[in-house]
């Protein structure tokens, strides 16, 4: 059986900028992609800490060292310039992954520079049910 859990999270990023015409998705500054082992096209869910909207896209890299976090599309209706959004990636791991998970964890200042880093290990274990 695989479960889906948190892979990666850039926690309490400030919106840049909000470009309703251009095609869709979220651009990232490529330092805070790295840091949080994000890759261009990759799916993230966007919680919006300042209005409450949760959504989906796909993220597209921008400048390395821009601190550019820029909603993009139709989602520029859920997200303004100043918003405070969490970013979050997830992924499919089977049993055998679930006990070494750590999800990488980026928290970042008012100005989406790099604070810390987590990577914390979660050791999940399933409790064993068959007794």
Avoid: W
């Amino acid at each position: 059986m695989q479960r889906v859990l948190l892979k990666s999270k850039i926690h309490r990023v400030t919106v840049t900028e909000a470009d309703l015409d251009y095609e869709g998705s979220l651009t990232i500054d490529r330092n805070l992609m790295d840091a949080a082992d994000l890759l261009p096209y990759e799916e993230v869910h966007i919680f919006n800490v300042t209005n409450g909207h949760r959504f989906s896209t796909y993220v597209i890299e921008g400048d390395r060292g821009s601190n550019t976090i820029c909603v993009n599309g139709a989602a520029a209706h859920l997200a303004r310039e100043g918003d405070c959004l969490i970013i979050a990636s997830f992924a499919r791991y089977n049993e055998d992954e679930f006990e070494n998970h750590s999800p990488k964890l980026v928290y970042v200042d008012d100005y989406n520079n790099i604070k810390n880093i987590k990577s914390e290990l979660n050791n999940l274990r399933l409790a064993n049910t068959d007794q």
